[in-house]
């Protein structure tokens, strides 16, 4: 979703917050903008489509400048165009924002009926004009942001610059993320710290309804209240090489095959002595574990997925009943809490605008308390749960996610073990569970040597229009999520099914024309499973089988890769593997934008 960029120091910066949109990418946008001070007034470069469009004209007019603001925007009001790009200008303010403001409309007419020409769709406009007025009534740059954004409704992280105060920078969150950098006689502002790692690695990260200024020389935060507060200053292990591609074609590919390490750090220092150490959960865990009545998850796309498969392993291995269920749908229903019900939201961002808006709610419903499974430190939903489970994905910046699902799924069976464990899980299925853990890097680095076979198996799949993923139990989730990888970065249109389901509808669509991709562990349901797909085959359907060792020989496809032999708490995470390379694969043959699929954005935050 959008990125917001932001310096003011005594060198230009014009460069520096193009590379800085760059690290945003990521993100998911449609055009970006650029404005710096210059000695002639804010100078503004914006363009449709790519941030290497702005590094051209750049070039072409030789802007420069000590303090500015950069934007890429995805596009919510207004189609993505120059003129909705930001920064939007108002008179002597120039403005960039994340989110949306849900008054526009009403402050649109407001403003245009005192006068105010709009050359824009944007709700964003609305912003520069508000703070605009303020400084025609009097008021400096802070004092105009700060009595702006009372007036504002909906989500927004901002920042303001304005011709009358050089060298300034004015900036405000409210739902949206926005982190100060710190650096040697300049400082910055960002959407994540992503932006600035080249710059600086000391961060503080905004709280809701912060306003904060500053120049080259230093900081000043407010909070809500508008007094000053003092912030903690970060230091971020993070490096830039993270956003590196490594030699890699795509980050999606470096992110597939960086799979091993990331579930070794998410496991460590998590299992010693064939346990799981519960102090993971804090230190009241086992009370908090023992009152456990039921769980309810809720996330968004491929964390819902997660959330789909712990479902399984909580009800099978600790017998507590379990819901897991979409943001978007649980923010907006009644739900029934029964005591004893601990709420979980799985996100790798932490910053998704629905699971935020369905934490925020399910505090004032009586659960027994929050835990958040998330991927990144001082996010929005880290800081809002009472209990936090961090995966160790480490930044993921392919649109598409992959190891932050299965670090999801790592730390999601960690917590399902140790909660099993207090409900009486018994010892043998416990000590398999953790054993099959320790394996899983092992395991993982196994099915990545398949690559190659993938690579060959896409070929089948890039004339396709659509495509059918087939699974049961703890497999069912992980054929949506290999649906799910299909259609946002191929753009072929892919559904999953509950294997079971097929017979109800789905075979219908069944031909020559319609690949069968069947995720075929050896559990308890592989004989229906292979009844299911003797269905397709008798209806002509070309089936493409991943199989766990020792199930193969009663399958007939010349489409049959074998992975290794792995378990209920493993298999689910192996068995994404290749689903996701194949993903990758056709997209590369299709040649779609793997790691920036159209349309989609990494981190949603609005609705
Ligand atoms: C998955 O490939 C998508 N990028 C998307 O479904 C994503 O998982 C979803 O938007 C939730 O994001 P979150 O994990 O950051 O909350």
């Known amino acids: ?21 760059q690290a945003l990418e990521y993100r998911g946008y449609d055009s970006a903008g650029v404005a710096v001070m210059t000695d002639e007034g804010i100078a503004r470069l914006r363009a449709k489509g790519k941030v290497s469009a702005l590094g051209e004209l750049q070039l072409q007019r030789g802007v420069s400048g000590h ?23 108002s008179g002597d303010v120039s403005v960039v924002h994340n989110g949306i403001i849900e008054n526009h409309e009403a402050l649109r007419k407001e403003l245009q009926a005192q006068g ?25 740059l802070l004092a105009a942001v700060k009595a702006v954004v009372p007036v504002l409704h909906g989500a927004y992280a901002i920042a303001a610059m304005s011709r009358r105060e050089p060298g300034r920078l004015v900036g405000a969150r409210l739902g949206s993320p926005l982190v100060v950098g710190y650096g040697d006689g300049e400082q910055y502002l960002a959407s994540d710290i992503h932006a600035l790692l080249p710059l600086t690695k000391r961060f503080t990260y905004l709280a809701e309804g912060d306003v904060v200024d500053l120049d080259a020389d230093g900081v000043r935060i407010f909070g809500e209240d508008g007094e000053p507060v003092e912030r903690e200053i970060k230091e971020t292990t993070f490096s830039s090489d993270a956003i590196d591609k490594g030699g890699y074609r795509h980050f999606m590919l470096k992110e597939i095959h960086e799979q091993p390490r990331v579930l070794a750090d998410t496991l460590e220092g ?46 099978s291995l600790a017998g507590v009943p379990c819901t897991a269920e979409i943001a978007s749908e649980y923010r907006y229903r009644s739900p029934v809490v029964k005591d004893g019900t601990l709420f979980i939201t799985i996100s790798q961002s932490g910053e998704t605008a ?73 010892e043998k299925r416990y000590a398999s569970g953790v054993r099959q853990l320790e394996q899983l890097p092992a395991m993982v680095a196994e099915a990545l040597k398949l690559d190659e076979r993938i690579q060959a198996m896409a ?40 294997a079971g389901e097929l017979k109800h509808g789905p075979l219908a669509l069944v031909d020559q024309d319609m690949p069968v991709i069947a995720v075929a562990p050896n559990d308890h349901l592989i004989d229906k499973l292979l009844s299911n797909m003797e269905e397709v085959r008798a209806r002509g359907g070309e089936l493409f089988v991943f199989v766990e060792d020792g199930v193969g020989r009663g399958i007939d496809s010349e489409n049959m890769l074998v992975l290794p032999a792995s378990g209920e708490i493993a298999a689910p995470v192996v068995f994404t593997i290749p689903l ?28």
């Not at 303090?67 to 165009?81: E, F, K, L, N």
């Open 580 to 607: 996701q390379l194949l993903s990758y694969h056709v997209a590369v043959l299709r040649g779609t934008d793997v790691d920036q699929p159209r349309n989609l954005a990494k981190s949603v935050t609005v609705e």
């Open 67 to 89: 303090c500015g603001i950069a934007h890429t925007r995805w596009a919510t009001h207004g189609v993505p165009s120059e003129g909705n790009a930001h920064p939007h200008v």
């Open 270 to 315: 998590r299992i010693a002595g064939g346990k799981v150490l519960t102090e993971i959960l804090g230190v009241d865990a086992v009370p908090l574990l023992e009152k456990t009545q039921s769980v309810h998850i809720v996330a968004c796309g491929t964390s819902y997925h997660a959330g789909l498969v712990a479902r399984y392993w909580i009800e």
């Open 459 to 498: 070929e089948r799949f890039v004339d396709k229009q659509h495509a059918l993923f087939l699974g049961r139990g703890t497999h069912w989730p992980v054929a949506m999520e290999g649906a799910l990888k299909l259609k946002e970065i191929s753009y072929i249109h892919a559904e999953a099914y509950a």
């Open 354 to 426: 629905d699971t935020l808006a369905a934490l925020k709610l399910a505090k004032a419903r009586g659960y027994l308390t929050q835990l958040a499974v998330c991927n990144v430190p001082e996010s929005s939903i880290v800081r809002e749960s009472e209990l936090v489970l961090m995966t160790r994905a480490g930044p993921e910046i392919g649109v598409a996610s992959t190891k932050a699902f299965t670090t999801q799924l790592v730390a999601l069976a960690l917590f399902s073990l140790a909660l099993g464990r207090v409900k009486g899980l018994s």
């Open 116 to 140: 105010f020409e709009f050359t824009s769709q944007t709700d964003t406009e609305v912003i520069a004009h508000l703070v605009e007025r303020e400084q025609r009534r009097g008021a400096d």
């Open 1 to 21: 979703m959008c990125g917001i960029v932001g310096i003011s120091a005594r060198r230009d910066v014009v460069s520096h917050l193009i590379e800085g949109l």
